[in-house]
């Protein structure tokens, strides 16, 4: 029986290396079942104890990158949602985005009046009689957890906003609710506390099977700072012009033409693009 290798996460938190955790990363980004072997082997062959996760994930993505260049912009996703900072603006939009594909009336960057006093709220999101203060925690750290201060603090400026809003007309029906949302995780205290007091919890892989990871899979949203095919200095270029999903650069090419990107450079970076848009 092989000796297992302890690997050091990006919290610091030392772990047994767990091979199915990489297969199944690698499955998410729809790499072949035979390059999965092939980075599985690759990868085992150079494991040592007290290797970073980030090193696991740089071997990965090379290969990757190498073979696949869709599958390396899927495997880069969780990276992908770090390097949309740095003011944490970009990520609120992709919120909003993903709120509005889901179904919501949605409104990104709003000062809202409270009971007490006033709110800049991230994201207000509607339908139907469900009316959402969401609020954006963005962190270009892996190692960095949302802890329960930041439930705390929201819910209590969501009840100054709630007490407002339960004295509009029409908003007697409505069911109102606050939220976070955060690109890393939350720690356990926080998910407990969320829950308590009926926050809406939403971090990279919370809740199961409905986390940003899966919804951003499902509907296709992907951050453009996942495309392999751009320079950091052109996502950044096109991050201040507002745009943040590949299905933007997908619909509006000339943005490319916009930002000096070379034409015969537009083709790869078009195709990456469509593909990443397609959904699961």
């Known amino acids: 029986m092989k000796q297992s290798i302890n690997i050091v996460k990006y919290s610091g938190d030392v772990v047994a290396f767990d091979v199915d955790k990489l297969i199944n990363s690698l499955r998410r980004a729809q790499a072949s079942e035979a390059l999965i072997q ?103 750290d892996q190692g960095r957890f949302c802890n329960v201060k930041i439930p705390l603090y929201i819910h209590s400026r969501f009840l100054d906003v709630e ?14 609710k606050g939220g976070v949302y955060t690109n890393t995780r939350f720690t356990t205290d926080a998910v407990q506390y969320g829950k308590c007091v009926g926050l809406l919890l939403t971090s990279w892989d919370y809740p199961m099977e409905n986390g940003l990871k899966d919804r951003i899979d499902k509907s296709g949203f992907h951050p453009l700072t996942a495309l392999t095919t751009l320079t950091k200095s052109e996502k950044t270029k096109l991050l201040d012009k507002g745009i943040v999903l590949c299905k933007e650069l997908h619909e509006k090419p000339t943005l490319l033409n916009q930002i000096g990107i070379d034409k015969t450079r537009h083709k790869k970076i078009l195709e990456d693009s469509e593909a990443l848009c397609k959904n699961h």
């Not at 082997?41 to 696949?68: C, H, N, R």
């Not at 407002?164 to 007697?172: D, P």
């Open 163 to 176: 007490k407002q809003w339960e004295h509009q007309k029409g908003h007697e029906a409505k069911l109102h």
């Open 38 to 140: 092939q980075i599985v082997e690759q990868v085992e062959s150079q494991l040592y104890d007290g290797i970073t996760t980030k090193q696991i994930y740089k071997m990965a993505f090379k290969m990757l990158k190498g073979k696949s260049r869709v599958s390396a912009s899927k495997y880069k996703l969780k990276k992908a949602l770090m390097e949309l900072g740095p003011s944490g603006f970009p990520f609120e939009k992709l919120v909003g985005k993903l709120l509005a594909h889901e179904g919501f009336e949605t409104k990104v960057g709003v000062i809202v009046q409270g009971n007490c006093v006033q709110h800049e709220v991230d994201v207000i999101a509607q339908k139907n009689n469900y009316h959402y203060m969401i609020e954006c925690k963005y962190h270009s």
